[in-house]
Structure formats: C-alpha cells, structure tokens
C-alpha cells in the first residue's frame, strides 16, 4: 500500500511538474509551435504565391458577396469583394497599402492600418514572424470557445500591439485581436480562426470571423491554391490610386 502510495504521489508529482512547464512555455517557443503543428517552416517556404476564394458575409448588415484573394512574395497581396451594390478592392505593393470602394472612394492606409497590411501581405510573416515583431509577451491563459488559450501580446517593428490566443492542446491560433482604423477613428477588432484544414501541406482555416464596432463579418474560404499563375500586372495600383500617391508626394 505504501508502495502504491510513493508512487501515485511520484506520477502526480511528476505529471504537476510536465502542467507547470507547459503553462511556464515562453511566448517564442508558443509562436514557433504554431509554424511546426501546421505545417512546418519548409512548407511555408515552399509557396511562393496564393489565391483563394470565398464567401464574404456581413452579417451585421445582411449583405454577402464572393471573395477572391492573391498574394505573391514577398509582400504583393490584392483581395476584391464583388458585393450586388458594388464591389470593394484593397491591396499592397510592398510599401503602399490601399482600398477602394463605391460608398468612401479610394484612399490610402496609414498609420496602424498601413502597418497592418503590409505585415498580412508578406507571405511568410508566419515563419519569420521574428522579422516582424521586436517583442512577445505571455500575458497569461483565457478560454476561447470553451479551449484553454494562451494568450500571447506581440508588438510589432511597426503600428500598435496584436493579441494572439493559441489552443494550449493543439497549438492552434484560434482569435487575433488588433488595432484597426474605422470612419469613426481607432477601434479593436476580433478575429476569430477555426475550421483549419490542410492545403498543400499547410493546416488553414477557413472560417475567420471578424468583430468590429458596430459590424460583424463572416469569411468562408471554399478554395485554397498554392503557387498558382498570377498575372503580373495583378499587384499594379489601380488609376485612382496612383493619382493618390502623386497628389500626396
């Protein structure tokens, strides 16, 4: 009986201690294993371009669209939603962060939206996400849908800090929050990742769900393409952007 009892004690002790490391993780090792569980740093590196296509819902307001997205490294990205009354563009060039649509008409990132971008549109910012930002903090543990989470604060080179929450059992990313630039100033905005499936080797997700001040939107990606043909020119800035640029140097 003593016997039993030294050794549920050793397993309990032991299986505190291998809890308490897992809670103890540095905020790197927490980024770092995410690359790992969903694919890998030499699978990123393999993509050198990405399309996708979907479904854009703004739920908030009873609108729905398609969704078409392409990014080519190391930092080009161009996304259009062709909504019924219209469609709304934005984009990047490597320096320049735009949008453009019927209701505000083209305008330029600047600020936290700029930097936010840019950092989205390079396409392996997950692998060298060291790159990107100067600092990560582990500011504790929170439930996400019911999972346990770390919670990590990155600050970036640039711009204001981002949330992340990562599964503690999976490794997943399952919510961002950031800051984003809205017609009424600086907002938070919440995003939350799930149905993660593997394309070309790589776990994605594909419902992303975001919260803004007064707006709600729900992205389903129905078609994921590595390394696909994109024209060229698909990255040019549209006319009405252009004369932005030169108006504003």
Known sequence: MRLRLRLACSVYLALAGLAFAADDMKPEAIMDRYIEVT?????????????????????SMGLSGSLTSYRAAPDKSYTVVEFQQGKFEEGTNGSIAWAMDAMQGPRLKEGDERA????????????????????????????????????????????????????????????????????DGTASAEIGLSDYRDEGGILTPHTVAQKLPGTDILVKIQSVK????????????????????????
């Open 226 to 249: 590595h390394n696909p043909d994109i024209p060229a020119d698909r990255f040019d800035l549209p006319a009405a952007i252009k004369a932005l640029t030169t108006a504003k140097k």
């Open 39 to 59: 694919g890998g740093k030499a699978a990123y590196e393999k993509v050198k371009s990405e399309a996708a296509s979907g479904t854009l819902e703004i739920t």
């Open 116 to 183: 936010t971008a840019l950092r989205n549109a390079a396409l392996h910012m997950e692998a060298h996400w060291r790159e990107f930002y100067k600092k990560a903090e582990l500011a504790g543990t929170e439930n996400v849908d019911g999972k346990a989470c770390y919670k990590v604060v990155l600050t970036p080179n640039e711009g204001s800090a981002e949330t992340r929450y990562f599964d503690k059992s999976s490794g997943l990313l399952l919510k961002v929050v950031l800051p984003v630039t809205t017609t």
